[in-house]
């Protein structure tokens, strides 16, 4: 499997941050206020651009995936300052599709050493004692950039103060932005619900114990691969992107509400790992605009890779005065994949349906 191409979901998305600062830094030390607090913001020539990371994003989605489509979570576990998961991908959803890294000890059959065989306990069930620490690690299936403005900012600062109390009142000072926050995310559906026994750094996905485990558990077990079901490696896949019309979350939601759901959509399924949507939105004077241009160029050169059409979701108000130009990629022709443009629901919900019929 590892040396065949791997399909890709390929996503682009564009939220809408009128007034938001739905990520952010922290106190800033040397501030002239004492309490001042700041958004996450990235320099580029010499130019700053609030950010929400990758990290804050991906929680939202996970959120998502609890509450609309009823994922059972993988139970975190700490020992002193490491955290994680239960690294279970055939029975935990999370696992499988956001990857983790967990050191544990092998199972391993204690062997009675005067006579080279397994100790039995008294029903005759082979005794079984911790081994050699072996560290389990999954990459994610699905990845993602952060959350990045489109244009360059110079975030608003906003004085206030707590003055309900008795004395004086309490200033502080808060930063948050207007803009257009662009991203980019992959979903791995080859590599969907696939888990091998490896003993390269990254493929270790699961021990032997949880080969025996994921086997009682239905999936397919082979040449130190588990493979869940068809039916359910289709569901994960679908549940992971019709999600993304329920995004919520962020900062400092209590004063700005900020919808953090997509405006704009681009979507399908790619042979390969590459990314073709990073590039097509620009600042145009200030505003937000999709680079048609840029856009068309880059399904033109991977056409003969595209695995499904290209669905594009636009949610009306948003980007109003590119509607004519965005609907006139409908259809086909001109070198170019057959492209349905329509509102983001529909267009997520059609392309999720046509996206199973690639898992195999």
């Given at each position: 499997?590892?040396?065949?191409?791997?399909?890709?979901?390929?996503?682009?998305?564009?939220?809408?941050?009128?007034?938001?600062?739905?990520?952010?830094?922290?106190?800033?030390?040397?501030?002239?206020?004492?309490?001042?607090?700041?958004?996450?913001?990235?320099?580029?020539?010499?130019?700053?651009?609030?950010?929400?990371?990758?990290?804050?994003?991906?929680?939202?989605?996970?959120?998502?995936?609890?509450?609309?489509?009823?994922?059972?979570?993988?139970?975190?576990?700490?020992?002193?300052k490491i955290a994680f998961t239960q690294a279970k991908p055939w029975q935990?959803?999370?696992?499988?599709?956001?990857?983790?890294?967990?050191?544990?000890?092998?199972?391993?059959?204690?062997?009675?050493?005067?006579?080279?065989?397994?100790?039995?306990?008294?029903?005759?069930?082979?005794?079984?004692?911790?081994?050699?620490?072996?560290?389990?690690?999954?990459?994610?299936?699905?990845?993602?950039?952060?959350?990045?403005?489109?244009?360059?900012?110079?975030?608003?600062?906003?004085?206030?103060?707590?003055?309900?109390?008795?004395?004086?009142?309490?200033?502080?000072?808060?930063?948050?932005?207007?803009?257009?926050?662009?991203?980019?995310?992959?979903?791995?559906?080859?590599?969907?619900?696939?888990?091998?026994?490896?003993?390269?750094?990254?493929?270790?996905?699961?021990?032997?114990?949880?080969?025996?485990?994921?086997?009682?558990?239905?999936?397919?077990?082979?040449?130190?691969?588990?493979?869940?079901?068809?039916?359910?490696?289709?569901?994960?896949?679908?549940?992971?992107?019709?999600?993304?019309?329920?995004?919520?979350?962020?900062?400092?939601?209590?004063?700005?509400?900020?919808?953090?759901?997509?405006?704009?959509?681009?979507?399908?399924?790619?042979?390969?790992?590459?990314?073709?949507?990073?590039?097509?939105?620009?600042?145009?004077?200030?505003?937000?605009?999709?680079?048609?241009?840029?856009?068309?160029?880059?399904?033109?050169?991977?056409?003969?890779?595209?695995?499904?059409?290209?669905?594009?979701?636009?949610?009306?108000?948003?980007?109003?005065?590119?509607?004519?130009?965005?609907?006139?990629?409908?259809?086909?022709?001109?070198?170019?994949?057959?492209?349905?443009?329509?509102?983001?629901?529909?267009?997520?919900?059609?392309?999720?349906?046509?996206?199973?019929?690639?898992?195999?």
């Amino acid at each position: 499997m590892s040396a065949q191409p791997h399909l890709t979901v390929n996503g682009f998305m564009l939220i809408d941050a009128p007034y938001s600062a739905l990520n952010m830094l922290g106190q800033v030390e040397g501030a002239a206020t004492e309490n001042q607090v700041a958004v996450k913001n990235i320099q580029r020539a010499g130019q700053n651009y609030p950010y929400v990371s990758a990290q804050a994003l991906r929680y939202w989605w996970r959120n998502a995936l609890e509450a609309e489509r009823g994922w059972e979570m993988s139970p975190i576990e700490r020992e002193k300052k490491i955290a994680f998961t239960q690294a279970k991908p055939w029975q935990y959803e999370d696992d499988d599709v956001f990857g983790y890294m967990r050191a544990q000890a092998e199972w391993v059959a204690d062997v009675d050493k005067k006579t080279g065989e397994p100790k039995r306990d008294p029903s005759g069930e082979p005794m079984l004692k911790k081994g050699k620490n072996i560290t389990l690690t999954r990459n994610s299936p699905l990845k993602c950039s952060p959350l990045v403005s489109v244009i360059s900012q110079r975030p608003t600062r906003d004085f206030g103060t707590m003055s309900r109390q008795d004395g004086d009142p309490v200033p502080y000072e808060r930063q948050f932005y207007s803009t257009v926050l662009k991203g980019i995310f992959s979903l791995d559906i080859t590599a969907l619900g696939h888990f091998q026994k490896s003993n390269r750094t990254g493929f270790q996905n699961i021990s032997e114990e949880g080969l025996k485990l994921a086997e009682e558990a239905g999936a397919s077990v082979a040449d130190g691969f588990a493979t869940i079901s068809l039916d359910e490696r289709r569901k994960r896949a679908q549940d992971t992107i019709s999600v993304l019309p329920y995004l919520s979350g962020g900062a400092n939601q209590t004063l700005h509400l900020t919808d953090v759901t997509p405006k704009l959509v681009v979507l399908t399924v790619l042979r390969g790992g590459n990314h073709l949507f990073m590039n097509i939105a620009k600042d145009e004077r200030g505003n937000v605009q999709i680079n048609v241009n840029a856009l068309k160029e880059v399904l033109r050169a991977y056409a003969d890779r595209l695995e499904t059409d290209v669905f594009i979701g636009r949610r009306s108000g948003f980007l109003d005065e590119q509607a004519d130009e965005l609907a006139g990629l409908a259809g086909a022709g001109d070198g170019l994949p057959t492209i349905h443009v329509g509102e983001v629901n529909a267009m997520i919900g059609e392309f999720t349906s046509r996206m199973t019929a690639c898992i195999e």
